[in-house]
């Protein structure tokens, strides 16, 4: 080798180990975090369904066959609206019974008002006359017998005709007072009358109890009866989820019950539309806690239930237990012993890497509230990355 190309090759290593001197002076480059000051929102994120305040089991009042069943689970009804239809053919002819009862009963008392009591009356009128004619007949025979004329038989033979014409007068009105509006035959007959209306009103009720028919305005979620089935009292043919306020219930951990207020808002979403997010809020904690899963359940009313939103549906939900307008935020990937007495970061100060301990505040999404320790701007290393206290890095382009 010539001196030239000696000096040449020299020249070349001496820039290479230079080279290498001045990347090992630089460090590593390394990714990175930067504290950030924002607003910082704290969520409990949980699962749970959709439950409307109750359910509505409906079963038959009677024992009969089903004679049709106009309505599909899962199809909306409402109020009044016909679900199952019972074979009523008997009931119906109970009814017309008791309608024959009914008008037997009222015209009995018609005949009563109609005829017997203006019979009565006229039977009260004739038989006053006949005892004025037996009294006076009886004081005439008394005049005779006294003068002489008669005897004691024709005497005692007036009195007998006196007595009978005073009790037949006082039979006669009698009867005639029962018959009248305050009278025990009109009473009894009236009763009847109103006994016989009452038996029809219950057989129409009975023969309502074929029609069953919607108790409230909601959604059909279970169906267990075909035409053609019998059906009997005791027994849940379908259950109605009705209309009204639509809650979510949730399991939480009991970890989170200090951060949980009545009112807190809420965000929602369903595992059949997790498009459509809908706001809910914080309406009840359950006081226990589930021995076994360790789990408190809390419910959330949704004042405006988005279409589609069904009984028993999953839910994804975020209730916000925490909301700071100016917080100093780092990814929680960036933080040492997070859940020890002394968390600690890797900040990079004039390109070497430095521990410093930090205070830190709620944590939410995969950030960390920084309450002291940390300032906005400062770049932090991920708690991935090992390195040497003090040792010289280069940051690649914030995360």
Do not use: C
Request: a neutral charge.
């Amino acid at each position: 080798m010539s001196a030239k190309q000696w000096m040449a090759a020299a020249g070349v290593g001496l820039a290479l180990t230079a080279a290498a001197a001045w990347g090992w002076w630089r460090g590593r480059e390394l990714p990175s975090y930067t504290v950030q000051r924002g607003e910082f929102v704290q969520a409990i994120v949980a699962s749970g369904r959709v439950e409307t305040p109750h359910r509505i089991d409906i079963g038959a009042q009677i024992t009969a066959p089903v004679a049709a069943v106009p309505v599909a689970e899962g199809q909306r009804v409402s109020r009044g609206q016909l679900l199952v239809q019972l074979d009523d053919r008997e009931l119906a002819v109970a009814v017309q019974a008791a309608q024959a009862q009914v008008a037997q009963a009222e015209a009995k008392l018609r005949q009563l008002v109609e005829v017997q009591a203006p019979v009565s009356a006229l039977a009260v009128r004739q038989t006053r006359i006949s005892l004025d004619n037996a009294r006076a007949q009886a004081q005439r025979q008394a005049d005779l017998f006294q003068q002489g004329f008669i005897g004691q038989a024709a005497l005692d033979e007036s009195v007998k005709a006196r007595e009978l014409a005073e009790a037949q007068w006082r039979s006669a009105v009698k009867q005639a007072e029962s018959e009248m509006p305050s009278g025990s035959d009109f009473a009894l007959a009236r009763a009847n009358a109103d006994a016989a209306r009452a038996a029809l009103d219950a057989a129409r009720v009975r023969q309502g109890y074929a029609r069953i028919v919607a108790p409230a305005a909601g959604v059909l979620i279970a169906r267990s009866v075909e035409a053609g089935e019998q059906v009997s009292p005791g027994h849940v043919l379908m259950t109605l989820s009705p209309d009204g306020a639509t809650q979510l219930v949730v399991q939480i951990d009991e970890k989170h019950l200090r951060h949980l207020a009545l009112g807190a808002p809420a965000w929602a979403s369903s595992e059949a539309y997790p498009e459509r997010r809908f706001s809910a809020e914080l309406a009840f904690v359950n006081p226990g806690v589930n021995p076994q899963t360790g789990a408190v359940t809390v419910k959330l009313d949704v004042p405006h239930p988005p279409p589609g939103l069904q009984q028993d549906m999953t839910v994804s939900v975020n209730v916000e237990v925490a909301r700071h307008a100016d917080a100093l935020v780092l990814s929680s990937d960036a933080i040492h012993d997070a859940a020890g007495p002394r968390p600690w970061v890797v900040r990079v100060e004039g390109g070497r890497a430095r521990r410093a301990e930090v205070k830190l505040g709620a944590s939410a999404g995969g950030r960390t509230e920084i309450a002291g320790g940390l300032q906005a701007g400062d770049r932090v290393l991920p708690a991935s990355v090992v390195v040497r206290d003090g040792e010289h890095v280069r940051l690649a382009a914030p995360a």
